[in-house]
């Protein structure tokens, strides 16, 4: 069975400090996909990032940043230089690789970020 | 280019009442997720729906049931309502293909059964 760990549940930090978030996951399915996600109050989920379990280069998007180790099974990322538009939840989520269309995904119970001015 | 809608965006129901809840899904995109979010907690996958058909079903009982559309909308119906499942309702969608595995989510439906 698959499942996705976020330890930390809140964390509040003063704007422009850096933040990371972590992500633990097991399954053992040998190629799968990890994701984020962002939750602001309206509910929906934005769509951050997606990798995929045999390219382990980590990734840069402006001040957002993942860091993915496959011998931890883990999937961390960074926010530098914090914005209070970055208060949100943020969601990890974990979905077998099938062929076309998509599997299911797993989340963890997801990680409040305060940021305040 | 429209994404992921669902309605209604909130409603109210009596214990043992019956809901449906509306999806369309991303322009382009056939295959419609559900998930149940209940307070404080991550999604949890409810079913899956790829060319009219149930595909993939999670830990929910016979209660929960759904439908897909030739237009690739679908409808999420929850039947004898319980208390518990006043959750946030949310619909993903997804194509076929080299982008086929990443998700985009609707903004939900909110349920509150009383």
């Known amino acids: 069975a698959q499942k996705v760990t976020q330890a930390q549940t809140e964390i509040s930090v003063v704007e422009k400090e850096d933040v990371t978030l972590d992500c633990v996951y097991e399954t053992r399915d040998t190629t799968y996909y990890l994701f984020w996600y962002k939750q602001p109050p309206s509910g929906e989920l934005v769509f951050l990032i997606r990798?995929?379990?045999?390219?382990?280069q980590n990734e840069i998007s402006g001040r957002y940043s993942w860091n993915f180790q496959k011998s931890t099974s883990s999937f961390n990322f960074t926010i530098t230089a914090s914005q209070v538009v970055d208060s949100a939840v943020y969601f990890c989520?974990?979905?077998?690789?099938?062929?076309?269309?998509?599997?299911?995904?797993?989340f963890g119970k997801g990680i409040t970020l305060s940021v305040r001015p | 280019d429209a994404g992921v809608t669902q309605s209604p965006t909130h409603l109210i129901k009596t214990r043992g009442q019956q809901v449906t809840l509306r999806c369309s899904p991303k322009s382009g995109h056939d295959t419609v997720s559900w998930y149940q979010q209940a307070l404080g907690q991550g999604p949890q996958f409810i079913f899956q729906?790829?060319?009219?058909?149930?595909?993939q079903r999670g830990n929910f009982p016979d209660r929960f049931s759904g439908h897909q559309f030739p237009n690739y909308s679908s409808e999420l119906n929850v039947n004898a309502l319980l208390l518990g499942d006043s959750a946030l309702y949310l619909c993903?969608?997804?194509?076929?293909?080299?982008?086929?595995?990443?998700?985009?989510f609707g903004e939900g439906s909110w349920l509150t059964v009383v």
């Open positions: 989520a974990l979905s077998e690789i099938n062929t076309g269309a998509n599997s299911k995904l797993t």
């Open positions: 993903a969608s997804t194509g076929a293909g080299a982008l086929g595995n990443t998700i985009y």
């Open positions: 729906y790829y060319e009219e058909e149930e595909r």
């Open positions: 990798r995929n379990s045999f390219d382990e």
